[in-house]
């Protein structure tokens, strides 16, 4: 089956420390990962990685891609309350050969910086 | 620009009523899809569609139908509402046939809840 693993579910730091946030997988047909950001609505887009190796930087946040151990990560330095909100993490792949492409999102980590 | 625009924001039906949930999108993008998200399960793609007249099912499609008439819209059809679909619903689209193709651009979501 199919599955993407965030963890932790929940994580409470103080505003000024530095948090990794854990995305594992297991799917057929790995496409790219992709990372969203949700306050209070809609996610928002963060981060797409199709590469092993290359971090992607935007900020205080970046992101890495291991397609050989099939997990990610997302890493947040001097977070702000700003920060604070649910990380997503999502897998695109196909479920055969040639088929459609699908995207299945992890359970989400509720990060919270308190001040 | 108003991007992907979902209606209702809130909806309250009672149990075997039927609606329909609206999506329709601006920027000519090819793949639509339908989330629902639950506390601790994420969210998850209930049917998605790449492309006018081409739609598939998600990993919970049970108890919804959808049809793709035109490139802009991707309803979403509660057949006979139930309180297990009491949930929020995310309506996303992206460029292409593919997922990955670019980032997935979310709604603002729609709460349901079935009494």
């Known amino acids: 089956e199919d599955k993407v693993v965030q963890s932790p579910l929940s994580l409470v730091v103080h505003e000024g420390d530095t948090v990794t946030l854990n995305c594992s997988y297991e799917?057929?047909?790995?496409?790219?990962l992709l990372w969203y950001k949700q306050e209070k609505k809609a996610p928002t887009f963060l981060f797409m990685l199709t590469s092993s190796g290359i971090e992607k930087k935007s900020g205080r946040l970046s992101s890495i891609l291991d397609k050989k151990e099939l997990f990610s990560i997302l890493n947040i330095t001097a977070t702000q309350t700003g920060d604070s909100a649910v990380y997503l993490c999502a897998v695109v792949f196909r479920t055969t050969n040639f088929g459609n492409e699908k995207l299945t999102f992890g359970t989400g980590t509720r990060l919270t910086i308190i001040p | 620009n108003a991007g992907v625009t979902q209606t209702p924001k809130f909806q309250v039906l009672k149990t075997g009523q039927s609606m329909t949930l609206q999506c329709a999108q601006d920027m000519n993008h090819e793949y639509m899809s339908w989330y629902r998200q639950d506390p601790g399960m994420g969210l998850r793609l209930i049917h998605y569609s790449v492309g006018a007249g081409i739609t598939d099912q998600g990993e919970v499609p049970n108890g919804y139908n959808v049809s793709r008439s035109t490139t802009e819209d991707f309803p979403l059809r509660l057949l006979s509402a139930a309180p297990s679909q009491t949930s929020v619903y995310f309506c996303?689209?992206?460029?292409?046939?593919?997922?990955?193709?670019?980032?997935?651009?979310f709604g603002s979501g729609t709460q349901l809840s079935v009494l």
């Open positions: 996303a689209s992206s460029y292409g046939q593919r997922a990955t193709n670019e980032k997935l651009f």
């Open positions: 799917v057929t047909n790995f496409r790219s």
